[in-house]
């Protein structure tokens, strides 16, 4: 008789499964759901109510037509799936591009490989960077918050801080002007940007709920912010007119939601500690390298999925194993 049983991660050692992980990701990921829908009104909603079930639509028809095996959308993966697809495009995105976007993110990104724990990258950031890549005029197109739009929700666009920071020239030049949000409307999120990454806060938020029930480990998210913020804050040192400062960095784009809810993907992420502070640290340097030096403003959907590719290579940092005896001779 086999005893013996082989799966894909994620492997948790604890009297949780899979599914109640995927819960409390559910819930961390919900204040700034709601944050949005205050912030961005029925457009934001129509854009998680499309991902989200399209998501578990397509997961559920390759698994029974294709892949022919057992359903897996109980375990609540393809719904977080669909709420960070959702997070990372503006809330007036065309229906028909987010359904193509969220068929990306399941068939190519996660389903393609086998399904849960088999995928090397993550399946949102593959649907977010494939629709960035194939509709740039639609994924760039950011609707302004309601309480700064007169309440036309969809209607009043603008830039994001990244946007006017890449097209002047300069920090100073930038933060002049009448377009660029204080940083107390960055941390509550009253700026254009895509649907779920605007509000530090409300992220912030879900991140201690993850944290607090241990279903993310500090690793990733403090290398992450580290690399960000030291190599900001080097380029901001050595000419403060010109480049941001490293708050001007955490506190735009998709920094706060690819640092705690993309980066530290259990599936695409380092298993032992030293890989996942390598591969925190080299994402958030990348993020900054690409948004001050790249053609795009922001860095992280690109920074984390290269990452993605050397965590096989992280994966084998073996710790030294206890009462291992070491010869140098």
Not at 34 to 49: D, Y
Request: hydrophobic fraction near 55%; glycine fraction near 12%; charge should be positive.
């Amino acid at each position: 008789m086999n005893m013996l049983t082989i799966s894909g991660s994620p492997h948790v050692h604890a009297r949780g499964d899979a599914s109640k992980i995927m819960r409390i990701v559910i819930l961390a990921l919900l204040p700034a759901m709601v944050g949005s829908f205050i912030l961005f009104g029925l457009g934001a909603v129509q854009v998680f109510l499309v991902s989200v079930l399209s998501c578990i639509v397509f997961e559920y028809l390759i698994q029974k037509f294709l892949l022919k095996g057992k359903s897996t959308i109980g375990d609540g993966s393809a719904i977080i799936t669909g709420m960070l697809l959702a997070f990372n495009v503006p809330s007036n995105l065309p229906i028909w591009i987010m359904i193509i976007g969220a068929l990306v993110a399941i068939g190519v990104g996660k389903m393609s490989f086998g399904g849960l724990g088999k995928n090397p990258f993550n399946p949102a950031l593959v649907g977010r960077v494939f629709l960035l890549i194939s509709w740039p005029v639609q994924m760039t197109s950011w609707p302004k918050p309601l309480s700064s739009a007169g309440g036309l929700t969809d209607v009043v666009t603008g830039p994001t801080p990244l946007g006017i920071l890449k097209e002047s020239d300069g920090f100073a030049q930038a933060m002049s002007n009448t377009n660029m949000p204080d940083y107390i409307s960055m941390l509550w999120g009253n700026m254009g940007g895509s649907v779920g990454e605007v509000s530090a806060i409300l992220l912030l938020l879900g991140a201690i709920i993850m944290l607090a029930t241990r279903v993310i480990t500090w690793h990733i998210p403090v290398s992450f912010l580290a690399g960000a913020v030291l190599f900001s804050g080097a380029l901001w040192l050595s000419d403060s007119t010109y480049y941001a400062d490293p708050v001007f960095h955490l506190l735009t784009g998709g920094m706060m939601l690819g640092v705690f809810f993309m980066a530290t993907d259990m599936v695409t992420s380092p298993m032992n500690p030293v890989g996942m502070l390598i591969f925190g640290f080299m994402c958030g340097l990348l993020t900054i390298l690409i948004r001050v030096f790249g053609a795009y403003p922001e860095g992280v959907s690109f920074a984390i999925l290269i990452m993605n590719a050397f965590v096989p290579l992280l994966n084998k940092i073996k710790p030294k194993r206890f009462g291992e005896v070491v010869n140098n001779g």
